[in-house]
């Protein structure tokens, strides 16, 4: 089969590894034009782990990672718990996303700064175009291109939207230091504010990542920063040391986001899929955007395998198998954000039911049983 993946990222890197090992001849393009670098921070959680050991990418995880640090949770200066996560890895997104497309490209062409404009359905076929004017037919186009997919937008969010928007928003800035010179990290929590405070695998750095619930709108950072600095004065002596690096942080070095997710009734149409953040992202607060991505990837490579002459049979059992546990994982993420953030009863009582509905839902999605470290199967 010939496949065209759009999305260099960890789920598209990672199914046009698997497919290549199946024998289909899979190339990958990306709008970007070189392999990414740098980044925040990203989770990698046990499952992630072991799918990259599925395709033989253990080392570069290992290379450019740390195991998950110990978690305060905070509500002021009080602890209220702490988590160990056991078998989780911390890394800077980029630098591990290029790594990760960098070993896929072992395998498969990787061709960056190759931008797809148009999808054309024929009656066997589906056409790519792109933005330098030329055209190509596949059997099979799948969007792995994130958030706000273009692949998405082109087949299946045609004159609707299927994000999710809460109305949180997220302040990212990196300040200098360790907490008490450890691996140590912490969750910290008071007055509609949250915050996420992690060190990076790479440097003498951490991550604060803060989150409001200030409504409709957008906020510059200038706003936003003496409030995170003041959630982080309130928790006591171990995280004065960065309050003034977060108050007085350059506009240039500081990043604001708003919670979103991808609840996607349908990830098909036609001989056109979506894989990973593009249709069903979970938001970078859950930790569990490789899972998803891997595992997705995983379970559409078999079924794709089981029917290779039906992939809108084999696209309708990938999103059965994998959409309990993307749905428990939205319900569990925005739940836990929304109710940390709450303002009134209202809020309350609408985060516990986003609460009730993961817990009804939750299931771990199968993990394909099988290895992707053999020299690939001939293609045809």
């Known amino acids: 089969m010939k496949i065209l993946i759009v999305g260099a990222g960890i789920a598209g890197s990672g199914a046009a590894h698997m497919l290549a090992h199946d024998g289909h001849d899979v190339r990958v393009v990306d709008a970007v034009d070189a392999p990414y670098s740098g980044g925040y921070l990203l989770q990698f959680d046990r499952t992630a782990v072991?799918?990259?050991?599925?395709?033989?990418?253990?080392?570069?995880?290992?290379?450019?990672?740390?195991?998950?640090?110990?978690?305060?949770?905070?509500?002021?200066?009080?602890v209220l718990t702490t988590l160990q996560l056991d078998g989780y890895r911390l890394a800077r997104r980029g630098d591990l996303v290029g790594a990760i497309s960098r070993y896929a490209a072992e395998t498969v062409p990787m061709h960056f700064g190759r931008k797809l404009t148009g999808i054309e359905h024929t009656l066997d076929s589906v056409t790519a175009h792109f933005a330098d004017g030329s055209s190509e037919n596949f059997d099979l186009i799948i969007g792995a291109d994130g958030l706000n997919s273009t692949v998405r937008k082109l087949t299946l969010e045609v004159d609707r939207s299927y994000m999710y928007e809460n109305g949180r928003q997220n302040v990212w800035v990196d300040v200098p230091g360790r907490i008490d010179g450890t691996e140590k990290a912490a969750?910290?929590?008071?007055g509609g504010l949250a915050a996420q405070v992690f060190p990076y695998p790479d440097r003498d750095e951490m991550?604060?990542?803060?989150?409001f619930?200030?409504?409709?709108?957008?906020?510059?950072?200038?706003?936003?920063?003496?409030?995170?600095?003041?959630?982080?004065a309130g928790a006591g002596p171990t995280l004065a040391p960065f309050?003034?690096?977060?108050?007085?942080?350059?506009?240039?070095?500081?990043?604001?986001?708003?919670?979103?997710?991808?609840?996607?009734?349908?990830w098909h149409a036609r001989n056109v899929v979506l894989l990973g953040d593009a249709a069903h992202c979970i938001d970078p607060l859950s930790g569990a955007g490789a899972h998803g991505g891997l595992v997705g990837a995983a379970?559409?490579?078999?079924?794709?395998?089981?029917?290779?002459?039906?992939?809108?049979?084999?696209?309708?059992r990938y999103r059965a198998r994998l959409r309990p546990f993307v749905r428990s994982a939205q319900l569990l993420t925005a739940g836990l954000l929304e109710r940390a953030t709450a303002r009134g009863i209202g809020q309350r009582l609408?985060?516990?039911r986003s609460l009730l509905g993961a817990a009804l839902s939750v299931r771990r999605a199968d993990v394909p049983r099988r290895t992707y470290t053999s020299r690939p199967r001939p293609q045809g």
């Open 350 to 352: 609408a985060a516990d």
């Open 187 to 190: 969750i910290l929590l008071s």
């Open 243 to 266: 309050v003034e690096h977060v108050r007085n942080a350059s506009p240039d070095d500081v990043r604001v986001t708003r919670f979103a997710q991808v609840r996607a009734p349908r």
């Open 50 to 78: 072991q799918m990259m050991h599925q395709i033989g990418a253990q080392d570069v995880v290992d290379e450019l990672s740390a195991p998950s640090s110990k978690v305060t949770v905070l509500r002021g200066e009080k």
């Open 207 to 211: 991550l604060v990542l803060t989150s």
């Open 213 to 232: 619930n200030l409504g409709p709108g957008r906020h510059d950072s200038s706003e936003l920063l003496p409030r995170a600095a003041q959630l982080l």
């Open 299 to 316: 379970i559409l490579t078999q079924e794709l395998r089981r029917s290779p002459h039906d992939i809108s049979g084999a696209a309708t």
